[in-house]
């Protein structure tokens, strides 16, 4: 069972990979939700040293930004072998 943490959104690494994927449109619809509902899923990031890499929920991580948050709830993944 994955426990939820709170994280510093200062400390999550996007990969620029993932960086390519982001729509402003939908990072203004989820930050209006989360204004509203508060953050309903928390993103996916695993350990790397003294950060956190996402996985998963960039347009999360951006909206919270955007709101001016400081923390943001997450779920600690595993890294997947190679």
């Known amino acids: ?5 709170t994280l510093a959104i200062a400390d999550v690494y996007v ?3 993932r960086r390519h994927t982001l729509d ?6 989820l930050a ?8 309903q899923a928390p993103i996916l990031v695993r350990p ?7 996985v ?14 400081a923390t943001i709830a ?3 993944v595993q890294a997947r072998q190679h």
């Open 1 to 5: 069972m994955m426990k939820r943490q």
């Open 56 to 69: 998963e929920g960039l347009h999360r991580l951006e909206a919270c930004k955007a709101l001016g948050e």
């Open 74 to 76: 997450a779920y600690f």
């Open 24 to 29: 402003p449109h939908k990072v203004a619809a």
């Open 15 to 17: 990969p620029v990979r």
């Open 48 to 54: 790397d040293g003294s950060r956190f890499v996402l």
């Open 32 to 39: 209006e939700s989360i204004m509203e509902k508060g953050q």
